[in-house]
């Protein structure tokens, strides 16, 4: 069972009385990591049939679920490193905005973030350290791997505006635009002061009407531009965010691994500004 058919059976209320903070998230952690069907007091678990009652349940529950994402990254990390493995770097730097290190070591060089990488076949590090979140290394071998495109014409649209980003949007949304505008609610000074730290400028000129607005380079042609309203209390309008990104980004990282490149520029400029 998957966890969208579990939650049918779910009261959909989000209580919380199984120990979960939503419906969706127990449905993942009984039908991915084992949880105890039962723990949800409106679930009758006597209706589930047999792939409940010969599982041994209880076991991991969202650590199971865990598990196995970060399996799965793990096995993504070493098909792109095999993927990029014939890839000549000296030929590429070029076309996506890097500098190659040259044949002793044989990496790409360029900024994620503001912070120093350097990509080789078998490893990459940042800011000389080695990676440690897999999701890190898909993004940026997913960069190398798409071999760069047109340059970028700096004309911004939205997400909703991409191919085939329909389910993404509301990620976007609640992992980067609104963490960005709740933390930096009433800050949009601290959020100026950070922002070169995270390879940001700030628009000075900008014809929009926010409160800042920033171009952000997450990766060397991976500009997005990032528009900041502070709130407005007399008004009673809440802060907010909105992310707009170059109409070749396409061409240079899929959908998924553009909605984490926003969501690592979020956590990265709050833990610069906390």
Request: aromatic share 10%; charged share 25%.
């Amino acid at each position: 069972m998957q966890p969208l058919e579990f939650l049918k059976i779910t009261p959909r209320t989000n209580c919380g009385e199984c120990g979960y903070p939503a419906c969706l998230a127990f449905a993942a952690a009984v039908t991915k990591g084992g949880e105890q069907p039962g723990k949800c007091p409106y679930v009758d678990v006597a209706e589930l049939g047999d792939e409940f009652a010969t599982t041994d349940h209880g076991q991991d529950g969202m650590a199971g679920v865990d598990k196995l994402l970060d399996e799965k990254d793990v096995a993504l990390v070493a098909y792109l490193k095999e993927k990029t493995s014939g890839i000549d770097f000296s030929k590429v730097a070029g076309k996506i905005g890097c500098t190659w290190s040259g044949v002793d070591k044989g990496c790409l060089l360029f900024h994620y973030l503001g912070r120093e990488v350097a990509l080789c076949h078998n490893i990459v590090t940042i800011s000389g350290r080695d990676v440690e979140d897999p999701r890190d290394q898909i993004l940026l071998y997913n960069y190398v791997d798409f071999g760069g495109g047109d340059a970028p014409k700096l004309e911004w649209v939205g997400m909703e505006s991409l191919p085939n980003s329909i389910s993404k949007v509301r990620t976007l949304r609640v992992y980067c635009e609104e963490r960005l505008a709740t933390f930096f609610t009433d800050k949009t000074e601290l959020m100026k002061t950070h922002a070169p730290s995270l390879g940001a400028l700030l628009d000075e000129n900008s014809e929009q009407s926010c409160s800042a607005a920033f171009f952000v380079s997450v990766l060397p042609r991976l500009p997005m531009y990032v528009l900041f309203w502070d709130e407005e209390k007399e008004d009673n309008f809440p802060a907010k965010v909105k992310v707009l990104f170059d109409e070749k980004v396409m061409d240079y990282l899929d959908i998924e691994s553009l909605v984490f490149a926003c969501e690592r520029m979020a956590e990265r400029w709050v833990e610069l500004a906390a």
